[in-house]
């Protein structure tokens, strides 16, 4: 199934598309209010723009500094290529460890690379501790948004998955009670795990030290309990200098959430006495990604979902309609590096409208991107053929001024004149699920002559 | 292998050089520190109080507690922090009581390092958390504060701007997810 067909199928439930709606704009909502604070809001964002272009032009450098940094700190680095060497080189950190039961916090990357199921496959328990992510584990399913994992799940969902997975009051569906009983739950976890691991926000050149951000705290619960640390990170996290931070922390929990800032931001600089920490760097397609000039910029994300929260498709398809990881405008640009041809309906998947592109914290041109994309697909032959044959005749039409006034008036004269069904049909998506507009008598080429005509 | 492999395949594709922005601060004259922080902590959910009142807010507020672990002098807990064996023995704190050496009006954010919680899980593990802040080491904002401190002097550190909270249930917030459930600074 292509996005639209997904798509269709999440709007089928109007209720609920109004519902998941409203919830994802609430976020915006916040947003707006959270940046509207800061007076120099633009200013922030052109310097962490300017930070990130910068670093991405020195990126080898500052990951062999940050490296060599953190080496000296008593980390452990590990580099991994694939999502494959990533996945073993984890278990095998766990396996020297002998780890039974690992808890996680939130990691696009982890989940990206199939983390879980490779662990658990090799008899290693996996506990993901962000109560979204939590919930969504619980339930066998991925994240359908990157902030807010579990947005597209109503609170009586979440009440009968608790009632049947931590025995909660049958019918219960108070957010607050059902926090509690994960509270309780998720503490038994941290306390009988042996090693944690966490996604990377920010990794620090200057100082070779990770950061994460995160309002629960179930992070830190978990890196400090036992004695094994594990960090995944990409490598385009890596931020110069720890100044920095003040920059991209300043913007980063406004735009996902409108807080001026997480309630946590953790730096984790050397293992705990006793302990070990690793951090494990990842390519896993982002150098080849870094090598398309007009699609490289999307390596500044920092993930804070607020591109998702504007997009008037996103709020009203949900994050699986998108077929991968990261959903929503970012992930229409990111995914087709993955998979062209596979992803090549994503960037279709907008209305080009920018409002992703005006709030990016970095400034990434997403609604560009995208354009720029559709253009990269058609020339690679991976278009539909509905919209190769359309695209062709509207080429030709549009390109002479007599063959388009032709057109133009049989149009008009056959919206007015067909019966119902031959204008609402299969062949014709614009008159899907809505009436066309009443088509005026003539054409406002027609009327701009008149115009100047009359005296 | 990977890591050369990676470095490599950077250097052929990176863009060209573009220089490293020099960082502004943005200081506000008409901005308070201490009041913007005392609003902005009770907006996130949080509470100050002078710290003269701290041993008031203990009896007052959580007569319950039994386990109380301090690492600010003069104010008594008991908990020996130094003979915990490990850390996993901190799950049954009810209050603990830290210092911090920096406040950030803007998130009403402090700063605890390793030194100040003596183990890092503890600000995290406890069920309330009371932090002891100078009123002269509030800045205005998260820049002006990493202007200020080294985030590896220690091993671990932290900004924790309020109590641990999740809105993961239907956008509904919801105070004291995993961590502390609440956060309140003691101002002197």
């Known amino acids: ?455 | 292998m990977s890591r050369n492999q990676i470095l490599e395949r950077i250097r052929q594709n990176k863009p060209a050089a573009t220089p490293l922005p020099e960082l502004p601060d943005f200081p506000r004259a008409d901005l308070d520190p201490v009041s913007v922080f005392i609003q902005t902590v009770e907006t996130g959910g949080g509470k100050t109080l002078p710290f003269s009142e701290l041993e008031a807010w203990m009896a007052v507020e959580h007569p319950a507690a039994r386990l109380i672990a301090s690492n600010v002098p003069g104010i008594q807990g008991n908990v020996e922090l130094d003979a915990v064996p490990t850390p996993t023995d901190l799950n049954p704190v009810d209050i603990a009581v830290i210092p911090s050496q920096l406040g950030i009006a803007e998130s009403g954010a402090v700063w605890v390092t390793e030194a100040d919680c003596v183990h890092r899980v503890l600000p995290f593990i406890t069920q309330h958390l009371a932090v002891v802040l100078d009123r002269s080491n509030i800045v205005q904002n998260t820049q002006m504060a990493y202007n200020r401190i080294r985030v590896d002097e220690t091993g671990f550190g932290v900004f924790i701007a309020g109590p641990s909270k999740t809105a993961d249930i239907e956008q509904s917030l919801v105070i004291g997810a995993q961590g502390a459930r609440s956060y309140t600074v003691f101002l002197r």
């Open chain 1, 1 to 455: 199934m292509n996005h639209a067909q997904k798509a269709s199928a999440f709007i089928r439930d109007e209720t609920r598309t109004d519902w998941h709606n409203r919830a994802v704009w609430h976020l915006r909502q916040k947003r707006d209010l959270g940046a509207g604070s800061v007076p120099e809001w633009e200013e922030l964002r052109n310097l962490a723009s300017a930070i990130k272009t910068h670093t991405l032009s020195n990126l080898d450098d500052y990951l062999t500094r940050f490296e060599e940094k953190a080496a000296a700190n008593g980390v452990h680095v590990h580099w991994a290529a694939t999502a494959e060497d990533h996945n073993r080189i984890v278990h095998g950190i766990l396996t020297d460890h002998g780890v039974q039961k690992l808890v996680k916090s939130k990691s696009m990357l982890t989940e990206d690379c199939h983390l879980n199921p490779y662990l658990e496959a090799r008899g290693i328990e996996v506990i993901d501790t962000d109560l979204g992510e939590r919930i969504i584990q619980m339930r066998h399913e991925p994240p359908s948004h990157i902030v807010a994992p579990a947005i597209h799940i109503r609170k009586e969902e979440v009440g009968e998955l608790f009632h049947k997975e931590l025995g909660t009051d049958a019918g219960a569906s108070d957010p607050k009670y059902l926090t509690e009983a994960a509270r309780g739950h998720l503490r038994e976890h941290f306390l009988s795990s042996t090693a944690a691991l966490t996604g990377v926000n920010f990794a620090i050149a200057e100082t070779g030290g990770v950061v994460v951000c995160t309002n629960e705290g179930n992070a830190d619960m978990g890196v400090h309990l036992h004695g094994l640390q594990i960090h995944c990170m990409g490598i385009e996290k890596i931020i110069p200098r720890a100044a920095d931070l003040g920059v991209f922390i300043r913007l980063l929990a406004r735009s996902a959430t409108g807080q001026p800032s997480t309630i946590y931001t953790s730096h984790y600089h050397r293992p705990k006495s006793g302990g070990a920490m690793h951090i494990v760097i990842v390519d896993n397609g982002r150098t080849e990604h870094l090598g398309r000039a007009d699609f490289r910029n999307s390596l500044k994300c920092i993930r804070c979902g607020a591109c998702m929260n504007t997009c008037p498709i996103y709020r009203r398809s949900g994050g699986y309609s998108y077929g991968h990881t990261v959903p929503g405008p970012i992930g229409s640009i990111l995914t087709p590096g993955i998979d062209m041809k596979k992803f090549s309906d994503l960037p279709f998947a907008s209305t080009l409208c920018g409002s992703c592109s005006d709030v990016c914290p970095v400034k990434i041109d997403i609604h560009e991107q995208l354009y720029k994309w559709r253009q990269v697909i058609a020339e690679a032959g991976h278009l539909p053929a509905s919209k190769r044959w359309s695209m062709k005749v509207a080429g030709k039409v549009l390109a002479r001024s007599g063959r388009y006034d032709f057109f133009g008036k049989m149009a008009r004269m056959a919206l007015r004149i067909l019966p119902r069904f031959m204008v609402y049909n299969r062949f014709n998506p614009w008159g899907k699920a809505r009436e066309l507009p009443a088509a005026p008598k003539q054409s406002f080429k027609e009327w701009f002559k008149q115009q100047n005509q009359q005296p």
